[in-house]
């Protein structure tokens, strides 16, 4: 029998998914790393990246997040994120759009924070517009 550990998706709406994995292989603020069965008890901050997970029957499936944590505790997977989506759920125009008026937004002078607010915008565009080309 494959070895497997849960795994759930949890956004403040719902939770994306609920279930048994192989693995899981995310982009974390220091780096990309990946996680199996028995992995040690493990914490840190999710950057806006794609999600890919191996299920207990070999299916890959791939999450847009937008931000958020991974833990790891006693092969119990759990992923707090404030957005999550699937690829059937990206808005591709809108993501355009949003890339679009980011881009013009940081080709203007703007305020720090504004410039902080319109690079997350793209970011999760680019992020959202990539897994929807998967």
Known sequence: ???????????PQKTVYKGMVKSVTAMGTQGSFGILVDHAPFITELQT??????????ATMHFALDKGFFEVVTNKVIVLTDMCVTKEEVNVAKM???????????????????KER?????????????LANK
């Open 1 to 11: 029998m494959t070895k497997v550990f849960d795994l759930e998706i949890v956004t």
């Open 49 to 58: 990246s794609i999600l890919t997970i191996q299920d207990e029957k070999n």
């Open 96 to 114: 355009q759009e949003d890339k679009k008026s980011a881009e013009q937004a940081l080709g203007k002078e703007c305020t720090p924070e504004e």
């Open 118 to 130: 319109a690079m997350a915008v793209l970011k999760r565009a680019d992020t959202w517009l990539s």
